[in-house]
């Protein structure tokens, strides 16, 4: 069973930057296309950025210019550098396969971003 751990998440001013890690436990991961998700209270959870196996990468509109995906196989690790954070990024966010990569793995615990002043 694999299992997803995200960390990095916590509260910070507009503007500032954060960096988010997921570690895929049990997974073979360097054959998945993964990505990064989030969600805020009362919405649905969205697709934020995605990588593929090979290192192609895409990002919704509302992050775009603003967060950086990246991976790391030899430590099954996924990153989402974000900077120049907004209210709007507020959310809990999480790591997992993308739609027609595989498998989706169950969702793990999250990390809470709060960008507030």
């Known amino acids: 069973q694999v299992q997803l751990v995200e960390s990095g998440g916590g509260l910070v001013q507009p503007g500032g930057s954060l960096r988010l890690s997921c570690e895929a436990h049990g997974s073979i991961f360097s054959i998945y296309a993964m990505g990064w998700y989030r969600q805020a209270p009362g919405n649905q959870r969205e697709l934020v950025a995605s990588i593929t196996a090979s290192g192609n990468t895409n990002y919704a509109d509302s992050v775009k210019g603003r967060f950086t995906i990246s991976r790391e196989n030899a430590k099954k690790t996924l990153y989402l550098q974000m900077s120049s954070l907004k209210p709007e990024d507020t959310a809990v966010y999480y790591c997992?396969?993308?739609?027609?990569?595989?498998?989706?793995?169950?969702w793990g615990q999250g990390t809470q971003v709060t960008v507030s002043s």
């Open positions: 997992n396969t993308v739609p027609g990569a595989g498998p989706r793995h169950s």
